[in-house]
């Protein structure tokens, strides 16, 4: 189930590529199914690819996920597209490789660098430093914790044992 959100964002990328490549040389834009059934089950090719390679990315948000799928939804689009009577001219592979490269692996770079900026947010200070309420002398719960992640870090003195005295 995990593997859902991912495919059918993809998915909608792929019939947004369809839509503006049809609109762009003034065709019938309703007619975009045409254009994105070779790229779709190219598409759900290239999920079934990565989820089962043998030293797969494990998330499916993933770049390297990302990379498998957008490789398979190309060539595999290409060429279900010739097989199926179409054409794909040198102009079209370059544009279809290069907008489905942005589409397929853009949102899930942006996806990285947010969870990364998340990420940053939420971990404690490592500097030695207290923060100190001073209205009332206390410390704050970030230096409580760095406190504890301190005494947790710092090498145990087996002469300073308490049950030993």
């Known amino acids: 189930m995990r593997y859902v959100p991912a495919l059918i964002l993809d998915a909608v990328l792929v019939l947004v590529f369809a839509v503006i490549g049809r609109a762009s040389h003034e065709e019938d834009p309703g007619g975009f199914l045409l254009t994105a059934w070779p ?9 079934l690819v990565a989820a089962l390679l043998p030293a797969r990315p494990r998330r499916p948000w993933s770049l390297a996920w990302g990379a498998v799928a957008w490789a398979v939804t190309v060539v595999g ?3 279900l597209r010739v097989v199926s009577g179409d054409t794909a001219q040198i102009a079209f592979i370059i544009v279809a490789t290069l907008v489905l490269a942005v589409f397929l692996l853009g949102w899930r770079v942006l996806a990285a660098f947010l969870r990364r900026r998340a990420g940053r947010t939420d971990v404690a200070p490592t500097d030695d430093t207290m923060d100190v309420d001073p209205a009332s002398g206390a410390e704050t719960a970030s230096a409580s914790r760095a406190g504890r992640v301190a005494d947790a870090a710092a090498p145990s003195d087996p002469n300073d044992d308490d049950r030993a005295r």
């Open 39 to 47: 790229f779709l089950v190219a598409l759900l090719l290239g999920h």
């Open 77 to 79: 689009g290409l060429l």
